[in-house]
Structure formats: C-alpha cells, structure tokens
C-alpha cells in the first residue's frame, strides 16, 4: 500500500519561510517524480514544483521560481519543499504527489493527504 504522509505545515508571517516534507512508503521511492501541488479555497489542485526520479532536477510553476526550492533524499524516502519569501496568495493546502512517468501538472499516480499552509498579511 503505497503511502504519502506530508508534515510541516502552519501559520507563517508574509515575508516569513516554511519547509514541508513528505515521507513515501510502499513504492519504489528513486523510481518516482515527485512533486508538491497546492489548492487554494475556491480554487482547482495547481501544480507548484517537482523534481525528477533520475537526475533530481526541479521543474517550477512560474509563480514560485526563485522562492520555493525542492530536493528529494532517496535513501531516507523523503522529499522536501523549502518555501521563502512567502506571500498571502501562497496559502493553500500543499500536497505531495509521486508519479512513475509523468512531471508537472499531468502528474500524480498517488497523491498524500495534504497539509495546510497559512501565510498572514
């Protein structure tokens, strides 16, 4: 059973930095792009930064490039998104997704359950 439990969400202050992460069990962890996804109230699941199974690189949403920072550690089945610079429009429910083929907004074989991120103004 294939299994993705996020942590390290909460209340953070404008301008202020939070780090998710998300523990993978179940699944071929290096075999898998992983990737965070957020959904807003209101709003439709959006993609926001994922890194590949092979070479660990990151692919960004443009509206966090330069912020938000991703790596994934095989060995320990985890992968972790650093956000700075936060801003009020970056609160949302962020999810990790893990995908066998896909990167980006088509990804998510199997998805964690989610975890808030506020950012007051």
């Known amino acids: 059973q294939v299994q993705l439990v996020e942590s390290g969400g909460g209340l953070v202050q404008a301008g202020g930095s939070l780090s998710l992460s998300c523990l993978a069990s179940?699944?071929?962890?290096?075999?898998?792009?992983m990737g965070w996804f957020r959904q807003a109230p209101g709003k439709e699941r959006e993609f926001v930064i994922g890194i590949t199974r092979s070479s660990g690189l990151p692919v960004y949403a443009g509206s966090v490039k330069g912020r938000f920072t991703i790596s994934r550690e095989n060995a320990k089945n985890t992968v972790s998104l650093q956000m700075n610079s936060l801003k009020p429009e970056d609160t949302a429910v962020y999810y990790c997704a893990a995908d066998s083929s896909s990167i980006g907004a088509k990804m998510g074989d199997y998805w964690g359950q989610g975890t808030q991120v506020t950012v007051s103004s």
């Open positions: 179940g699944l071929s962890f290096s075999s898998y792009n």
